[in-house]
């Protein structure tokens, strides 16, 4: 059984251009979610994503956006990359059962994508 | 504003002997209370969470504690081992599949 997988592992980019990464859920997941963590820190909470619709969003500006695919794949886009945004990004998936008062709460990581921005 | 506060930063430990981790928060909201574990190069993998309807937690060697009424949970690693040496996480959310805060990790050196 495959668990998260995350592409490309890693990238280099120069401030002011646009990445992609992605991220495959493992197998019966349905819920995606993004986090970005700097070098020595915890990771922050960047965006959900469920049925294809982004469901939560935490503290990170416009320039960070997503998307999900009918096969819960999903994609972090980030835009006029800035120094600041170099950390490691990763992907977690998890299955939830929204509305019925129970769910799988365990999010499970994927490896992450060094992004550094020169 | 940070809502969830781990401390130590840093530890070193000898081998055999206990890990221990502390974390504070301030959401009461907050329900569901996993440890992560992380090392270099590689992402978060969990290890140990716990619910506020207990106050302890027991799975191997890790040990979760949980005081609800002082809003604080911390993970106690027994005979710990070389092989435990790496970065951990506490973390809260609440309600099933919300997003995850974390504490600023702490990093466990087990000394052989």
């Known amino acids: 059984d495959a668990g998260v997988t995350q592409s490309p592992t890693h990238l280099i980019k120069t401030r002011g251009q646009q990445v992609t990464l992605r991220c495959s859920p493992k197998?019966?997941?349905?819920?995606v979610s993004w986090y970005q963590q700097a070098l020595g820190q915890g990771p922050q909470f960047i965006f959900q994503y469920y049925e294809e619709e982004e469901r939560q969003r935490g503290n990170f500006p416009d320039r960070f956006s997503g998307h999900q695919f009918p096969n819960y794949s999903s994609e972090l886009n980030v835009n006029a990359l800035l120094l600041g945004d170099s950390a490691l990004y990763l992907c977690a998936s998890s299955s939830i059962i929204w509305g019925a008062g129970e769910g799988e709460d365990t999010q499970y990581f994927g490896p992450g994508t060094r992004l550094t921005v020169l | 504003q940070q809502q969830v506060k781990q401390s130590p930063q840093s530890l070193i430990v000898q081998k055999g002997g206990i890990s221990i981790i502390n974390c504070a928060y301030e959401?009461?909201?907050?329900?569901?209370f996993p440890w992560y574990q992380q090392f270099p190069g590689k992402g978060p993998a969990l290890l140990i969470a716990?619910?506020?309807?207990?106050s302890e937690k027991k799975e191997g060697r890790f040990t979760i504690s949980f005081n609800k009424s002082a809003k604080q949970f911390s993970l106690h690693i027994m005979d710990s081992q070389p092989g435990d040496s790496a970065t951990y996480f506490c973390?809260?959310?609440?309600?099933?599949?919300?997003?995850?805060?974390f504490g600023g990790g702490t990093r466990v050196l087990v000394k052989p």
């Open positions: 716990i619910r506020p309807d207990v």
């Open positions: 959401n009461t909201a907050f329900d569901y």
């Open positions: 973390a809260a959310s609440k309600a099933a599949g919300n997003k995850l805060t």
């Open positions: 197998s019966g997941h349905d819920t």
